[in-house]
């Protein structure tokens, strides 16, 4: 696999210090998914040549920011008339 992240440590039995998670594609992802949860976006710019730049905004303000909590109780489901946000 192509990764850009160093190569995890070793000790001297070539057994990996820790769990890298780097290279696997879950930063974007997760990035977008806590900018979402907090009424932001995240955003991608490509040049090429240049290198990609990840953008994200979140709502700075107190008054404008608010979390979105999904719903888990199905009997609080049945009985709520306001949809919440599918994360999309």
């Known amino acids: 696999m192509y990764s850009t992240a160093p190569k995890p440590q070793t000790d001297s039995n070539n057994v990996v210090k820790g769990t890298p998670i780097a290279g696997f594609g879950y930063g974007l992802p997760i990035a977008r998914l806590y900018a979402k949860y907090f009424q932001g ?11 990609t730049w990840a953008y994200v905004s979140i709502k700075a303000e107190p008054e404008n920011a608010s979390e979105h909590l999904p719903i888990s109780s ?13 994360w999309t």
């Not at 199905?74 to 599918?86: E, F, N, V």
């Open 41 to 51: 976006n995240l955003s991608l710019a490509s040049v090429e040549g240049m290198g």
């Open 74 to 86: 199905k009997m609080r489901y049945s009985y709520t008339t306001k949809k919440g946000s599918d």
